[in-house]
């Protein structure tokens, strides 16, 4: 069993930066791959960006791909997403995962077995 709990969300202006936090419990997180999922108002929930259990590969949605980065601290049992050049279309509640996607399928929500609360990031423009 992991759980997860998101931290580090807010508002900032369009071109700012943030770093997102999801800790997770349990002594088997350093064997499960992490994600970054968003869902904005009235949108279905999208991937933006995962990391392999052991952190040696990294997975990007195109639209964030260069602007966010995916890092993963085994010490600390946490995973942190930071943007940079924070655009409004980027506000959406931000969600971390773990599971044990097969290889090519980490883009999908479904691989995913644990889930934190969210936390919302609102980008004014």
């Known amino acids: 069993q992991v759980q997860l709990v998101e931290s580090g969300g807010g508002l900032v202006q369009a071109g700012g930066s943030l770093r997102l936090s999801c800790a997770a419990s349990?002594?088997?997180?350093?064997?499960?791959?992490m994600g970054w999922f968003r869902q904005a108002p009235g949108k279905e929930r999208e991937f933006v960006a995962a990391?392999?259990?052991?952190?040696?590969?990294?997975y990007y949605a195109d639209s964030v791909k260069g602007r966010f980065a995916i890092s993963r601290d085994g010490a600390k049992n946490t995973v942190y997403l930071q943007m940079h050049s924070l655009k409004p279309e980027d506000t959406a509640v931000y969600y971390c995962?773990?599971?044990?996607?097969?290889?090519?399928?980490?883009?999908?929500?479904?691989?995913?077995?644990?889930w934190g609360q969210g936390t919302q990031v609102t980008v004014s423009s």
């Open positions: 995962a773990a599971g044990k996607p097969l290889l090519g399928y980490y883009r999908h929500s479904y691989e995913y077995d644990y």
């Open positions: 349990g002594r088997t997180f350093s064997s499960y791959a």
């Open positions: 990391i392999s259990w052991s952190g040696s590969s990294t």
